[in-house]
């Protein structure tokens, strides 16, 4: 059977239809494509005009015990958790070369799926090709340890053996990449899967199935279920016979997932949400300052867990620096994320739009004041899609409420500090914990002002980078765990202490 992948969209009068493969995008369990058991499906949409992409089945819960099932099988008798190191990362390895031989159709389907830009949905697809890489090399590196018994006729060794079935569920806004943050190092460790992206997003992770399907992953070891979270999602984190659930999604749904979890006592990984302080002293050279705002509040619509949506800054520059990003972000072109001279594409849905929306006239009731933005786009071209211009909210505190909630989209709050206590104050006056930056030009500041904000990542005159070797998660209410570095995979692993006495004698503690 050819099972190369299909993926390639053109634009219809009825909006983007798969081009060779128009067919129902199914679920994958135990190495087959199958139809939901109840027949049920769904559609997808562009955000950029709302037109239906393609429709796919909509998993129940009968699916979710074969899904499971599959997993369980192929964890306790498949060949997979037995696999050499040498095999988990040849595996890998091949996927990620079918990702770069895919590269731009893959990005063009995560631009549809998500209304994100071609050239942001390309450095997703090689992000994503690097971490299977990464995970590839570290499968062999990161074996185990020998431990000092002090005792020469004994030898002590810890052994890292796979969790089991892990239940892997990314959200909507980097739907490609936040799975393959959870699958390369599940499969690096010897685990069987079961994902299930957001009904939003679906089509990547189609993809990515298919083509770790294509490279030869054993059956029952990728296992793919789509449908809506509180159903499908519900049902998988509830089942018993998983082992580990890795999440990545907002505050309330971690929450829920981590009571699920507790029966059965399963591991669970989190990565949720952030309010993400970024802080710019007086020194900081301004034009680089302002730039830099711009990008980590609005990259991909402000849809980022540690998009820079708190802008905190020092007294002497507030003025100029909020008129000078003020007036870029109003000239940032948005459009369709095809078009090569859009800036930045739509939010992810109506709904989302109408929840963003009413977190801004709360904010302007609470007493911000709206420096930019605010509104949907004038004009007629992108009145079908789920535009929202970048916004801008000054005159902010910590007590206003879109200082404190996680908005999620294109809105920049402003406050200002006089000293550098008040800014590390003010940086760590959230419950998250996920990441912020701080941009000054005395490097002594800017290493205390690092070490003193509690985030899992912080920027130094920079804002967004992120490393397949470098752990990603969150202090506070960001989350459990980290994602990527060996603490990434070390997720997936437990370890096994193995004593072994090579002489065995009595040792007589009791005389009897
Ligand atoms: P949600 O929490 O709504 O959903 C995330 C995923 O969980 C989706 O696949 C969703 O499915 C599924 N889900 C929803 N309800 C349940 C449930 N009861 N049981 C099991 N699964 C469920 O988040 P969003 O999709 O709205 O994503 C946005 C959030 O994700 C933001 O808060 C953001 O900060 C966070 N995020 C964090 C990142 C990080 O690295 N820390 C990275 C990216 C996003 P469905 O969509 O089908 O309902």
Known sequence: MDVRTNYVYKRTHSGYRNDEDSGMKELYIAGNRTEAASGASYE??????????????????????????????AFDTGPWPRTTAAGRA????????LLQRDREALARTETLDTGKTLRESRIDVDDVTAVL???????????????????????????????????????????????????APALAAGNTTVLKPSELTPLTTIALVRLAEEAGVPPGVVNLLLGRGHTVGQALVAHPGVDLISFTGGLATG??????????VRRVALELGGKNPNIVFADADLDTAVDFALTAAFLHCGQVCSAGSRLILQDAIHDEFVADLAERAGAIRLGDGLDPEAEAGPLVSAAHRAKVERHISGALAEGATLLAGGRRPAGPELAAGFFLRPTVLGGCTCATTVVREEVFAPV???ERFATEDEAVRLGNDTDYGLAGAVFTAEAGRAERVARALRHGTVWINDFHPYLPQAEWGGFGKSGIGRELGPSGLEEYQEKKHIYHNIRPRPVRWFRG
């Open 255 to 264: 929450e829920k997932i981590m009571s699920a979890a507790a029966r059965g």
């Open 412 to 414: 920049v709050t402003v």
């Open 133 to 183: 890489r990464y995970y590839a090399g570290l499968a062999d590196g990161h074996a185990g340890r020998v431990a000092d018994t002090g005792n020469p006729d004994a030898v002590s060794r810890i052994v890292h053996e796979p969790v089991g079935v892990c239940a892997l569920i990314a959200p909507w806004n980097y739907p490609l990449l936040q799975m393959s943050w959870k699958l």
């Open 90 to 97: 040849a595996l890998l390895t091949a996927i990620a070369g």
């Open 44 to 73: 997808t949409l562009n955000p950029a005009d709302a037109s239906v992409l393609e429709t796919v089945s909509e998993a129940g819960p009968a699916d979710v015990d074969r899904a499971v099932a599959a997993a369980r099988a």
